[in-house]
C-alpha cells in the first residue's frame, strides 16, 4: 500500500473501496510530490472517524430512522459497559464506609449509595430485559449465516474471560492467605496480580460488549420490539444518571463528615476529598452518562422523524 | 437596488453586528441545510421570513473578520461549483478556492461529496481516470436554487435594513 493509499486506513472499507481512488488522486495532485503534512494526516484521520461514525449511523441524517434509533441504542449498551466498570470501582472504594461516619450523617450518604445500588440492579434488569427480547431476532440472524462474522469477537471474548476467571480461581485461596491490610494494599505482588486480573475483566467486559454491539447490528427487529429496546436503554441510560448524582451526593456527604476514609488515613485526620481513584471512576460515570444521554436524544429523534415519515 | 443571486461573496467585504460595515459591501457566512429539498417528508408551504427561522433552527449563521471567513457548508459550495459543469476533485477544490477563497481540506471535500452523493444532489460521470467527476442532478439543481433563492432573501434584507447596496461577485 502507498504511503497515501495508508492514509487513508482511518476510513472504514466500505468508503475507501468507493471512493478510496479518487481521494488518493485527490491528494496527489495537492500534494504535487510533497510530504503530507501533519495537519494533512490530522485532518484525514478526523474525516475517516467522521466517516465512520455516518457508516455506523452515529451522525448524520442519512441513515434510516430505525438505524439511527438502533445505533442509540449501541451507544447507550456502550455507555452501561463503562459504566458497569465505574460502579465496579466505587462499590469497592465505598466497601464499609458507613462505619466511618457519624450515625447523625450517616443516613444521607446510605440512602445515596442505596439509590447507586438500585439503579445500577434496575439498569441491569433493564439490559437483561432487552437482550431476552432480542433473543428471537438474535437466533434468526443465527439461522440465516450471522454466526461467521460475530465467532471471532465471541472466541476473543471467550478466551479474555477464561483468563480472567482462571485469574480469579488462583486468587481467591491467595486472598484467603491474606490479613485485611495485605489484601488492600499491603502486599505488592498480591496488588499487581488483583489489577491484572481486574484489567483482564474489563478487557473482557468490553469485547462481549463489542461482540453484542455486532450481533445488535445483525438484527432484524420488529418495529415493537425496537421501540420496546429503545425504551429499555432510555431507562439504562435514566438508571445511569441517577446513580452518578447519588455517587457526587454520597461523595459529598462522606468529604463533609468523613474525609479521613476518602484517603484511608485513621479517623479524624483531616485531609483532601479528592481521592484519585474516586475523581477517575466519577469522571468515567460522567462520561458514560453523557455518551448515553447522546444515545437516548439520537433515538428520540429516530423515532420521532419514523413517526413523521409514516403519518 | 441592484442584486444578485449569490450576494454573499466573501470577497465582497465585511458586515458584522459588532463591527461597523463598509459602505456598500455586505457579506455574511452562511450555512445552509440543504437536506430541506430531499426530505422524505413533505413539507407545508412556508410562510415569509421562514428561511430566517430556518437558520435559527437549523443551521449556522457566524458572521466572521476577513481574512479568517469559511462558509460553514462545503455542499453549498460544491453544488455552486458544479452548477458550472461537471468537475473532479482536485478542480472542484481550485474552483472553490478561486470564487469563494475558501480552501477545503480534501477529507472535508470528499465527506460533502459523499454526503451529496448519498442524497442524490449530484452524481459521477462515467470515467476511466482516478479523477472521477461529479455533476449537478436535476434534485442537486432545485437545491442549489433553493438555497441561492434563500441567501438573496437574507442578503436583501440586510442590505436595504443597513441602505447598501449588493455587490457584484467578482
Known sequence: ?311 | MKTRGHSAHPTDGVGGSRRPAPRGCISLSLSLSLSLATDAVPRPPVPQYSVLRNYALRSSVRVVPAGRRSHGDPTLLILTSLAGGPKHGHALSKDIETFAGVRLGPGTLYGAITRLEGRGLIEPVASTDRRRPYRLTGAGSTALADAVADLHKVAVVGATRLGLSLGSPA
Not at chain 1, 25 to 34: I, N
Not at chain 1, 238 to 266: D, E, K, R, S, Y
Request: hydrophobic share 55%.
Open chain 1, 1 to 311: 500500500m502507498s504511503e497515501l493509499g495508508r492514509l487513508l486506513r482511518w476510513y472504514p472499507e466500505v468508503w475507501r473501496s468507493r471512493y478510496g481512488e479518487e481521494l488518493e488522486a485527490l491528494l496527489e495532485d495537492e500534494l504535487a510530490g510533497r510530504p503530507p503534512s501533519r495537519r494533512l494526516r490530522l485532518s484525514l484521520a478526523f474525516a475517516g472517524l467522521r466517516e465512520r461514525a455516518h457508516a455506523a449511523a452515529l451522525v448524520g441524517g442519512e441513515a434510516p430512522p430505525t438505524e439511527r434509533a438502533r445505533a442509540g441504542v449501541l451507544v447507550v449498551l456502550g455507555a452501561w459497559s463503562a459504566f458497569i466498570l465505574a460502579g465496579a470501582s466505587y462499590e469497592k472504594l465505598a466497601e464499609h464506609f458507613a462505619g466511618a461516619l457519624p450515625a447523625a450523617h450517616r443516613s444521607v450518604p446510605q440512602s445515596a449509595f442505596d439509590v447507586v445500588v438500585g439503579a445500577a440492579v434496575l439498569a441491569g434488569v433493564l439490559s437483561v430485559l432487552g437482550v431476552a427480547l432480542s433473543g428471537p431476532a438474535f437466533a434468526r440472524s443465527l439461522r440465516s449465516g450471522a454466526w461467521p462474522a460475530l465467532r471471532r469477537h465471541v472466541v476473543r471474548a471467550g478466551a479474555v474471560t477464561a483468563l480472567a476467571l482462571a485469574g480469579v480461581a488462583a486468587l481467591v485461596p491467595w486472598a484467603h492467605g491474606l490479613t485485611s491490610a495485605q489484601r488492600n494494599g499491603g502486599d505488592a505482588s498480591y496488588g499487581a496480580a488483583f489489577l491484572t486480573v481486574a484489567a483482564c475483566g474489563a478487557v473482557g467486559l468490553a469485547l462481549w460488549s463489542r461482540a453484542a454491539m455486532a450481533a445488535y447490528r445483525r438484527l432484524t427487529l420488529h418495529r415493537r420490539t425496537a421501540v420496546v429496546v429503545s425504551a429499555l436503554a432510555v431507562g439504562v441510560a435514566a438508571a445511569m444518571m441517577a446513580a452518578t448524582v447519588n455517587t457526587a451526593i454520597w461523595w459529598g456527604q462522606v468529604a463533609l463528615h468523613a474525609p479521613w476514609f476518602l484517603h484511608g488515613t485513621a479517623s479524624g485526620t483531616p485531609g483532601s476529598a479528592l481521592d484519585p481513584q474516586l475523581a477517575l471512576t466519577a469522571v468515567v460515570m460522567l462520561l458514560a452518562v453523557v455518551a448515553s444521554l447522546y444515545g437516548v436524544v439520537r433515538i428520540g429523534r429516530s423515532w420521532v422523524d419514523l413517526r413523521r415519515s409514516t403519518g
